[in-house]
């Protein structure tokens, strides 16, 4: 299944961003979907994740408490809440899914992967 980030930006440190992922028109309702983050000077890294149903969430612990996610069966849509934006929140944020539809913390555990999306939290 091909994912589409959406709602990065600009965002000044302390405030709130919504991402957005969603797919090509292919379902993933059955699917484990994650987000994960880049910067160029650190390796890709789990931010947080959601199990099929969504009832089961994960979290890195950089950002409990602070990010959210969700998701929406019906619209075919994860979304990733950032609250209390920090600038070591600057980061690519990608979508991830894996057919298994429990959640993970793995990389290699995720079988489709999107572009990414930039987010920048600025002083």
């Known amino acids: 299944v091909q994912l589409i980030e959406s709602g990065g930006g600009l965002v000044q440190a302390g405030g709130s961003r919504r991402l957005s992922c969603g797919t090509d028109?292919?379902?993933?309702?059955?699917?484990?979907v994650g987000w994960f983050r880049q910067t160029p000077k650190k390796e890709r890294e789990f931010v947080a994740g959601v199990d099929w149903s969504g009832r089961i969430a994960d979290y890195a612990d950089s950002v409990k408490g602070r990010f959210t996610i969700s998701r929406d069966n019906v619209m075919n849509k994860v979304y990733l809440q950032m609250d209390s934006l920090k600038t070591e929140d600057t980061a690519v944020y990608y979508c991830a899914a894996r057919s298994d539809g429990d959640s993970s913390t793995r990389i290699i555990d995720f079988d489709s992967w999107g572009q990414g999306t930039q987010v920048i939290v600025s002083p």
């Open positions: 028109g292919r379902t993933f309702r059955g699917y484990a």
